[in-house]
C-alpha cells in the first residue's frame, strides 16, 4: 500500500486553530475507524495523540480532536500554543493486519 | 510507570545480522501486542511488525517479509526483532511500541520505546 498523504507544512498563530488532513483510500483510511495521530517532537520518539479517529488517550489536552469524512481524517489543534510546534503523523489500519503511516506534517507555531 | 527500554543496533554491512531487544516494564506485558515502528534519517514513520500478547500472531510489512523475525519472551518480558539479510534501505531508528491492543494491531501505539539506530553500510 502507498503512505497516507498528508500536507508537508501547516502554520497557525498562537490561540488560532489549525487543521491537518490525512488522505488515503477506501482500503484503508475509509475502510476502518481505526486512525490514530501521533505528535513528534525531532530526536524523540512519538506520542499517541488520537486513537480511533477521533478519541484521546487520558493526559492528551482536548485541544486536540479527530474526526473522518469519507477517505479522509483530519487532527484540529484549537488554542495554538508554541509546545505544539512538533512532526504530526496519521496512520490507518489497511486490513490483513497492516498499518500505514502518511509522511508527516510540520507544525509551525508563528 | 511504563517502560520500554531498547538495546541493540548499530553498524552492520549489507548483507549482515542484528538483534533489537526491548525491555517492558509497568504494565501485563502477555495482555499487549508489541510492534516494531522505523523512520528512515529526516523521513516519516513506517510499521514493521507486530507480534499478539500470546505471542502466537505474528505479522510483517511486506518491506521486512522473510528477512525480519519478531519475538517476545514473556518470561523476562522483553521483545525481540532479528534482522537478518540487512539493506541500505533497512538505516533506521527502530522504536519497539506498546499496542493498546492484545490480539493484534490497529496502529494504535500508546507507548514507545527511546528508539535504536541501524545503519546498514559498507
Known amino acids: 500500500q502507498s503512505a497516507l498523504t498528508q500536507p508537508p507544512s501547516a502554520s497557525g498563530s498562537p490561540g488560532q486553530s489549525v487543521t491537518i488532513s490525512c488522505t488515503g483510500t477506501?482500503?484503508?483510511?475509509?475502510?476502518?475507524?481505526?486512525v490514530s495521530w501521533y505528535q513528534q517532537y525531532p530526536g524523540k520518539a512519538p506520542k499517541l495523540m488520537i486513537y480511533?479517529?477521533?478519541k484521546r488517550p487520558s493526559g492528551v489536552p482536548d485541544r486536540f480532536s479527530g474526526s473522518k469524512s469519507g477517505d479522509t481524517a483530519s487532527l484540529t489543534v484549537s488554542g495554538l500554543q508554541a509546545e505544539d510546534e512538533a512532526n504530526y503523523y496519521c496512520?490507518?489500519?489497511?486490513?490483513?493486519?497492516?498499518?500505514?503511516f502518511g509522511g508527516g506534517t510540520k507544525l509551525t507555531v508563528l | 510507570e511504563v517502560q520500554l527500554l531498547q538495546s541493540g543496533g548499530g553498524l552492520e554491512q549489507p548483507g549482515g545480522s542484528l538483534r533489537l531487544s526491548c525491555a517492558a516494564s509497568?504494565?501485563?506485558?502477555?495482555?499487549?501486542?508489541m510492534s516494531w515502528v522505523r523512520q528512515a534519517p529526516g523521513k516519516g514513520l513506517e510499521w514493521v511488525s507486530t507480534?499478539?500478547?500470546?505471542?502466537?500472531?505474528?505479522f510483517y510489512a511486506d518491506s521486512v517479509k522473510g528477512r525480519f523475525t519478531i519475538s517476545r519472551d514473556k518470561s523476562i518480558n522483553t521483545l525481540y526483532l532479528q534482522m537478518n539479510s540487512l539493506r541500505a534501505e533497512d538505516t533506521a531508528i527502530y522504536y519497539c511500541?506498546?499496542?493498546?491492543?492484545?490480539?493484534?494491531?490497529?496502529?494504535?501505539?500508546?507507548?514507545w520505546g527511546q528508539g535504536s539506530l541501524v545503519t546498514v553500510s559498507s
Open positions: 511500541a506498546k499496542d493498546q491492543r492484545a490480539t493484534s494491531t490497529r496502529g494504535s501505539f500508546d507507548y
Open positions: 509497568g504494565f501485563t506485558f502477555s495482555t499487549c501486542a
Open positions: 507480534v499478539s500478547g500470546s505471542g502466537s500472531g505474528i
Open positions: 477506501s482500503s484503508d483510511v475509509g475502510g476502518y475507524n481505526y
Open positions: 480511533e479517529v477521533s
Open positions: 496512520n490507518s489500519y489497511a486490513g490483513s493486519n497492516n498499518v500505514i
